[in-house]
C-alpha cells in the first residue's frame, strides 16, 4: 500500500469540492452552521467526518451522505489495514470450513 492509498476524506474535501468552489473554511463552516474548527480538524486529517457532518455536506454540496461516510469508511479501513493487517491474519482464522459445512447441512 502507498501512501497514495490513505488520501483522508479532508484532502477530498478540500481538493475536489472546497477549492474548485473557491470556498475557504471559514466559509463553509458558516454555510454548514459549524465551527470552522471541525472543518480544519477534517480538513488535516485530524476529525472524521460524522454522520452529521455527511449529512451537511451533502446537502450543501448536493451529494449523498452515504458518499462522505464511505469515503470516511474507506479510509479508516486502509489505514488499520496498513497498522494491524498482517498482526489480524495471523491472529484471526477464517471459518469458512465451519460456515461450508452449515451450508451443507441446511439444504439437505
Not at 1 to 20: A, H, Q, R
Not at 51 to 70: I, N, V
Not at 90 to 103: A, D, E, G, S
Amino acid at each position: 500500500m502507498s501512501e497514495l492509498d490513505l488520501i483522508t476524506p479532508g484532502e477530498i474535501l478540500l481538493e475536489e469540492f472546497m477549492k474548485p468552489n473557491d470556498i475557504s473554511q471559514a466559509q463553509m463552516a458558516k454555510d454548514l452552521n459549524i465551527p470552522v474548527s471541525r472543518i480544519r480538524g477534517v480538513v488535516h486529517g485530524r476529525s472524521h467526518i460524522t454522520a452529521d457532518l455527511a449529512l451537511r455536506l451533502a446537502r450543501y454540496f448536493g451529494t449523498t451522505a452515504e458518499l462522505w461516510l464511505s469515503l470516511q469508511n474507506e479510509y479508516d479501513v486502509r489505514k488499520t489495514q496498513r497498522a494491524i493487517g498482517k498482526d489480524i491474519k495471523r491472529q484471526v482464522q477464517p471459518l469458512v470450513k465451519h460456515f461450508t459445512n452449515n451450508l451443507s447441512e441446511s439444504h439437505r
